[in-house]
């Protein structure tokens, strides 16, 4: 069973940081790539950033420069580094993969946690 957990999320003030984690449990799947994605109530899931199995990496113009995904040399964690916090990157911050098996050349789905709540205030 696939499972995605976020932990990081919290209160900031503008100009701060936060670092958020997702514990990722993948099992027989291949992870073909990695995404952070935020979401304010009603409004649409916005992509934050995205990395790819070939280790390239995609930022949301809006945080290009100040936030920086990565993953632990074992794969098992997925991290977003956020610097320089603004009052319009509080979201609810979800980490998702896009699975496939046993290769990412076959159907893709996407699995997402739960999200962990990042709350930037001026």
């Known amino acids: 069973q696939v499972q995605l957990v976020e932990s990081g999320g919290g209160s900031v003030q503008a100009g701060g940081s936060l670092r958020l984690s997702c514990a990722a449990s993948t099992y027989t799947y291949s992870r073909c790539s990695m995404h952070w994605v935020r979401q304010v109530p009603g409004k649409e899931r916005e992509g934050v950033a995205t990395l790819n199995r070939d280790g390239s990496t995609v930022y949301a113009d809006s945080v290009r420069g100040r936030f920086t995904i990565s993953q632990d040399n074992a794969g098992n964690n997925l991290h977003l580094q956020m610097n320089d916090l603004k009052p319009d990157d509080t979201a609810m911050y979800y980490c998702?993969?896009?699975?496939?098996?046993?290769?990412?050349?076959?159907?893709?789905?996407?699995?997402w946690g739960q999200g962990t709540q990042v709350t930037v205030s001026s």
């Open positions: 998702a993969a896009d699975l496939a098996r046993p290769s990412c050349n076959k159907l893709k789905s996407r699995y």
